[in-house]
């Protein structure tokens, strides 16, 4: 079965999810888009580009790395797929690059994005950067506080950083903003949106530039444990994008169980976690439908997660159509599970996580799976942003 890289269909559906749900103003550029796109992710000529920053530049391929002590305490084999590795910290890189590049190859003259934690603006203003683009990030102004020096780096990297203060001041606000600007500058512009979420062709454009992860770690697997393959591969999903480019090697293969996993929050009361998949309902939100947080009106809920990255109401379309089919499955893992995934690995590897990972491991702690496992896990970044969040919540100074 192939079926991440034969769905979406022509309208952009993953089954009943996904699509465009925008402004008329916007359709053009959508089309625009997924027609470029169709030709140049098999144009060798924009490959070749590609293949060739990401080794020189983002450092690929990331290593994958036995975690020896934590799979001897868990009594299983687990093996971290080290995007934590790559230039800039995480994942991100991968598709800000690629989209960097696109809007290049569009003649595109100007970049904007959003970010919430600041990761993704990092990653697009570095993109920005080495290219010459210039540079608009969005950000809501509660997350210019609390991620002060990521606002730093992009505006040393030359971006220009704009708070935004409309409704909670985070994320979902700051994909507004940019939809909104995108709207009125859209011949001179891309947005360069930051997950496998929006409209069509976002969706697939963010899983096929992140699919690298798990082109790269089905071998590297392979590789280390003479042409095994995994029995479990496990990633945290916010938006689903580090989840997507693991999977997607992976979907469909009989005994090889996928496993997103959610940020869960302080408790599961709507407004205190981000578990969209595990406890939302279909609905639309940046132009597509999937699972979706929202209350008994339909009104789109706050969110809470420890980690900034996972801190969103909605998910990507092929999640949800994933998990509907029954290809993949989610579970969600608390905060405190964060917190103890973040000091576990971090003890017992010499790898300080992301909180966002962390959740993963945090999970793991609590032994849900067979003794025996074999565990791939996207380590989708490192943990150097959140240690005044961790310090903070384990009152360790
Ligand atoms: C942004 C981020 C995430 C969440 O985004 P996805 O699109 O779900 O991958 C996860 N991990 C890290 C390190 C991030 O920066």
Redesign the pocket.
Known sequence: MTIATTLPDARGRFGTYGGRYVPEVLIPALDELAEAWAELRADAGFRAELARLSETFVGRPTPMTRADRLSARLGYEIWLKR??LAHT????INNALGQALLAKRLGKERIIAET??G??GVATATACALLGLPCVVYMGEEDTRRQAPNVSRMELLGAEVVPVTAGSRTLKEAVNEALRDWAASVRTTHYII????GPHPFPVL?RDL?RVIGDEARPQFSGATGGADPDVVT???????????MFTAFVGTPGIRLIGVEAGGRGSRLGEHCSSLTQGHPGILHGAMSYLLQDDDGQVARTHSI?A??DYPGV?PEHAYLRDAGLAEYVSASDEDALDGFQALSGSEGIIP?L??AHVIGWLLHRPLEPGTSVLVCL???GDKDLDTVRASLRIS
């Open positions: 995007e934590d910290g995480a994942h991100k919430g934690a990761m993704h930051g997950s496998v979420v963010v992140q990633a945290c999903v916010g938006g689903g994008s580090n989840a997507i480019g980690s990255g996972l990507g992301a966002e990972p989708s970044g490192r």
